[in-house]
């Protein structure tokens, strides 16, 4: 039991850290995004490579960092009735909706993505744009695959640390930061 705690704790430590350090992509996107407007209108100046990284920068966020956002709790859920459940109710909730809903479609997004990022990599595929945009959409399209090892690895870590919950061997408590790990997320 304590070895997959373990394991648990530096799975929530590792989405914990690449959601931090890939978050500063977020500053990266408004700079940008300052420059191509700037560059635009006021100096008449375009850059498909500066408006297509902002794409990349977008979907990197959104897609590295689901896990981080899965530890910290900060998916949207409807607590109207979660949030009046006891935490041991609560892990148990935890436990049937990631096994029934979100681990089959990790494994069936990753499944349906396979095919289409391999095909991406046998051809080395680049932008629509030719050489005006970024040459590396088969890294935009691998990125698919990142959200879903990352996104089951932290379900995996959910279910253990609400199994640990149930059985009344771990606290109700954040699993990285110190905030409620069952009592958060989005109404």
């Known amino acids: 039991m304590r070895s997959l705690k373990r394991i648990a704790d530096a799975v929530d430590a590792a989405n914990d850290w690449i959601g931090r350090a890939f978050a500063w992509l977020t500053l990266g996107m408004v700079l940008t995004e300052f420059t191509v407007v700037l560059s635009r209108y006021v100096f008449g100046l375009g850059s498909t490579i500066m408006q ?54 990790c494994v069936l997004l990753g499944w349906m993505a396979w095919p289409y990022v391999k095909a991406s990599w ?12 970024i040459p590396a959409v088969y890294l935009l399209k691998t990125l698919i695959l990142v959200f879903t090892g990352l996104l089951t690895l932290q379900a995996l870590s959910l279910i253990v640390q609400s199994a640990l919950v149930v059985v009344g061997a771990a ?17």
């Not at 046998?122 to 945009?133: C, K, P, T």
């Not at 606290?171 to 109404?187: C, F, L, T, W, Y």
């Open 52 to 105: 297509e990284s902002i794409v990349y920068m977008h979907a990197t966020v959104f897609l590295v960092c689901a896990g981080y956002a899965l530890v910290h709790n900060g998916h949207v859920r409807c607590d109207i009735f979660y949030a009046s459940m006891t935490p041991r109710t609560r892990a148990i909730v935890d436990i049937i909706g990631t096994i029934v809903f979100l681990l089959p479609m």
């Open 122 to 133: 046998a051809v080395m595929e680049i932008s629509q744009e030719g050489r005006l945009g």
């Open 171 to 187: 606290p109700n408590r954040g699993r990285v930061d110190g905030e409620p790990a069952s009592g958060g997320g989005a109404a």
